[in-house]
């Protein structure tokens, strides 16, 4: 974190980074120049601590998709989230809306109607689910097209897709922080109930879990952080994926053990991966999205080679 | 709650009454009736094998009976309580079910899925009796042996009898099993229907889906056969495993031969060479 810090386009010791986040709490001498203390505290800091906050929420919602869905392929995307809150980034931008509120807002919006079109009675189908979630996210998808094609400018929008943390600022973190670790604490609540839901939803319902309600549950507040982290830094691809597909491996199937150590996981590698997204072509910084799909797509395709009947055959 | 856990678990001392009636019971999907007037009751210690031809509603009378599906008509009373006014885990207390086809893709270990019948009793972290009971589930199955093994790399006859050490530990009055011995081997079918015996000599009540009519005639106390969602007839192996009823129930022609000295009983079809 500290060496992520101290990495950039002006390069700043660990040592001072160390020093000046230390003055908050306890007197040391300035020695360092006065310019690096903002560029620390108010640049890097923030930012640093937004990466973590959403590789933390991208990564424990995935994690929490893919046992509750038992499909090897949840995301937390994978509901229509990261469509719907396209939709509203590219509106914000055009119409000079705030780009957070409205993009978290049809994120929200986008989840409500794939949860409805799946619920039948008050059941919820699984595979219904999937497939809305594709079907409302291609429909969201060709209205941000539409918007990015009328708007003149649309190079805002672009970056945004690609996910990227270069807006981060305090309030951001303050924001983001409350909603993301109160929802990931609410999924780690669910932890025991979410093995349980891996034997099928029958199974679980013989042994005493309200099963529906259980993925009610775990569907909200794994979408309400995800939303939380979209609306903050885009579309960031791969980490939700990955994380938890790599942890498992690592820490086995028990949601109690993988939840935490996946959120921990994910927010290292964003936070990793957005420095490399800051220095890697300096003095120009690229989308964030794009080193965690570069890094993440091949690590990926070697674990599935490696491991093949680790999920579902 | 606990100290009666601890207590009945080793199945030496299940409480003195656990009745399971069934009545008037009507169990439709969608619109198709597939259960029709069910009646029946099972007392403590009872044994019920269940039979029919495919289709005859055997899975969806197990069903009912935890509340999977909900019954149109009728009702399903434990202990003279309407199950439909228990909760989920009152249910999961009393009542487990041995599904049909268990397939587990997760590492989980053996005793990780077992302690998972723990469920109904625990919060969201397993305590030192709840590994306990895991385990006395596991020695009476014969599974202990096996628990820190992965639950993917265990063997059909195993894992069957690890997903029954996991319905132990429910601690329940009532075991449902839907074709127990379906996918097994002889040695292992003989092996799964001997527990189940002795589980029910301990005062379980087991209602057990089989399709091998010699081994139901064998091992069960009392036989329900269902045709076409109704019951065909109820009572024991001799009562009701006569050529008439097995004919009438799955339309074919069969010869029965009773030996009863040993209180053996056979069910041959009459093949047409």
């Known amino acids: ?9 002006t390069n700043i010791s660990p040592e001072v980074v160390t020093k000046i986040l230390l003055y908050e709490f306890i007197s040391i001498d300035k020695t360092w120049n006065p310019s690096y203390e903002v560029i620390i505290k108010d640049i890097r800091l923030p930012r640093a601590l937004l990466g973590a906050l959403v590789g933390a929420a991208l990564s424990a919602a995935g994690c929490a ?11 937390p995307y994978i509901i229509g989230i990261s469509s719907g809150a396209a939709v509203g980034a590219s509106l914000a931008f055009l119409l000079f809306l705030p780009v957070q509120i409205i993009s978290f807002a049809l994120a929200a919006i986008s989840i409500f109607v794939v949860y409805s079109i799946s619920k039948v009675g008050s059941k919820v189908l699984v595979d219904t689910l999937l497939l809305s979630g594709i079907a409302v996210g291609s429909f969201f998808g060709a209205i941000t097209y539409f918007i990015i094609y009328i708007s003149g400018t649309p190079h805002q929008v672009i970056f945004w897709l690609m996910g990227g943390l270069w807006t981060a600022d305090w309030e951001k973190v303050k924001i983001s922080a409350i909603m993301i670790l109160f929802g990931i604490f609410m999924i780690y609540k669910q932890g025991w109930n979410l093995n349980v839901m891996l034997l099928g939803e029958e199974q679980a319902f013989n042994l005493g879990i309200n099963a529906e309600q259980v993925k009610r549950y775990v569907l909200i507040f794994a979408s309400f952080i995800t939303a939380a982290a979209v609306s903050v830094s885009g579309i960031i691809g791969f980490v939700g994926l990955i994380i938890p597909h790599f942890m498992r491996i690592l820490v086995g199937p028990d949601h109690r053990i993988l939840l935490p150590s996946s959120t921990l996981a994910g927010a290292i590698f964003l936070v990793f991966s957005d420095t490399l997204a800051r220095v890697i072509m300096q003095p120009v910084e690229l989308p964030v999205g794009i080193i965690t799909a570069l890094f993440g797509a091949p690590f990926f395709i070697y674990l599935l080679r490696k491991r093949r009947k680790n999920f579902h055959g | 709650m ?4 601890v207590k009945y678990s080793n199945l030496e001392e299940s409480p003195e009454f656990s009745k399971l009636e069934v009545r008037n019971l009507d169990v439709y999907y969608k619109s198709r009736r597939i259960l029709k007037q069910i009646n029946f009751s099972a007392n403590k210690g009872e044994f019920i094998g269940l039979i029919g031809a495919n289709g005859s509603g055997k899975t969806t009378l197990l069903k009912a009976v935890v509340r999977i599906l909900k019954p149109e008509d009728g009702c399903i009373l434990f202990d003279g309580k309407n199950i439909i006014r228990m909760s989920t885990k009152e249910i999961a207390k009393n009542i487990a079910v041995v599904p049909q086809s268990i397939s587990i ?3 989980f270990t053996v005793e990780e899925i077992v302690l998972m019948g723990r469920t109904p009793y625990i919060n969201s972290h397993e305590k030192i009796d709840d590994i306990k009971i895991a385990a006395q589930s596991m020695k009476h ?6 628990k820190d093994r992965l639950i993917t790399e265990i063997s059909g006859g195993e894992l069957q009898r690890v997903v029954i050490a996991r319905a132990l530990a429910q601690e329940p009055r009532i075991l449902l099993l839907d074709e127990p011995t379906s996918h097994l081997d002889l040695k292992y079918q003989i092996e799964i229907l001997e527990l189940l015996k002795s589980f029910s000599r301990k ?3 087991i209602i057990a889906v089989i399709h091998d009519l010699n ?19 109820i009572g024991s192996p001799q009562q009701v495993l006569t050529a008439n009823n097995i004919g009438h129930a799955f339309g074919i022609e069969v010869q029965i031969e009773n030996n009863p000295l040993k209180n053996f009983l056979f069910v041959f079809p009459k093949l047409k060479t």
């Open chain 2, 105 to 107: 893709n997760f590492d």
């Open chain 1, 1 to 9: 974190m500290i060496i992520a810090i101290a990495i950039g386009s």
């Open chain 2, 215 to 233: 081994m139901a005639a064998y091992y069960c106390d009392k036989i329900l056969l269902l045709k076409t969602g109704a019951i065909s007839s």
């Open chain 1, 65 to 75: 998709m893919q046992g509750l869905l038992k499909n090897p392929m949840a995301d």
């Open chain 2, 141 to 146: 199955t014969n599974t202990y042996h096996l």
């Open chain 2, 2 to 5: 606990v100290e009666n856990s």
């Open chain 2, 203 to 205: 005062g379980l009540i």
